[in-house]
């Protein structure tokens, strides 16, 4: 089973800074299945990245995703107010499809 | 527009049974993988189960197999969650969600209902 650790736990960056979070595996994701969701309170998760790298409809181009094999990273460049919430990645690989355990994204 | 809406949630007693149902719109149920996704309170989110377009190949979490049946009827959009032997740790908002792609059928979500609250309590 793969088992996925987010770094930091939370992270306190203030307006326009770059907020790096990243997503570790205990073994290779098969064919970089990883995908990255925003969870602001009180709403239901948001698909922000899958295949790693690939932004979903709508997403705006200061997120970013980069990584293979057992290291991700989502990059959230010129941070907005409204990126307050919880990110979360998932590996949909090899069930069971689990998530991490989040990192909570704090703006000053 | 797509549409997921979970019912059947409430308070129940540990050892008994619930069954979740979220009712599909807003695009072609039978083509899409579905699944279940939990969030006990104040926590992060933990994959539950998941199923195929057709329903001929069905996925669980350690933490579930053997006590939870995830189902789905295509004839009425519907996606169902049979739990048993419910214990405590069960205690969730469960959120139904929907498989982002058909032509590469991963489970992965793009569309994900608002939840439905399981409490498990004596």
């Known amino acids: 089973e793969i088992v996925l650790t987010q770094s930091p736990g939370t992270l306190s960056l203030s307006p326009g800074e770059r907020a790096t979070l990243s997503c570790r595996a205990t073994?290779?994701?098969?064919?970089?299945?990883l995908a990255w969701y925003q969870q602001k309170p009180g709403q239901a998760p948001r698909l922000l990245i899958y295949d790693a790298s690939s932004r979903a409809t709508g997403i705006p181009d200061r997120f970013s995703g980069s990584g293979s094999g057992t290291d991700f990273t989502l990059t959230i460049s010129r941070l907005e107010l409204e990126d307050l919430a919880v990110y979360y990645c998932?590996?949909?690989?090899?069930?069971?499809?689990?998530f991490g355990q989040g990192t909570k994204l704090e703006i000053k | 527009e797509v549409q997921l809406l979970e019912s059947g949630g409430g308070l129940v007693q540990p050892g008994g049974s619930l069954r979740l149902s979220c009712a599909a719109s807003g695009f072609i149920f039978s083509n899409y993988g579905m699944s279940w996704v939990r969030q006990a309170p104040g926590t992060g989110l933990g994959w539950v189960s998941a199923i195929s377009a057709t329903g001929g190949t069905t996925f669980y979490a350690d933490s579930v197999k053997g006590r939870f049946t995830i189902s789905r009827d295509n004839s009425k959009n519907t996606l169902s969650l049979q739990m048993n032997s419910l214990r405590a740790e069960d205690t969730a908002l469960y959120y139904c969600?929907?498989?982002?792609?058909?032509?590469?059928?991963?489970?992965?979500?793009?569309?994900w209902g608002q939840g439905i609250l399981v409490t498990v309590s004596s």
């Open positions: 073994q290779s994701v098969g064919s970089n299945y």
């Open positions: 998932q590996q949909y690989g090899t069930s069971p499809f689990r």
């Open positions: 969600a929907k498989y982002f792609s058909i032509t590469s059928p991963r489970p992965f979500f793009d569309y």
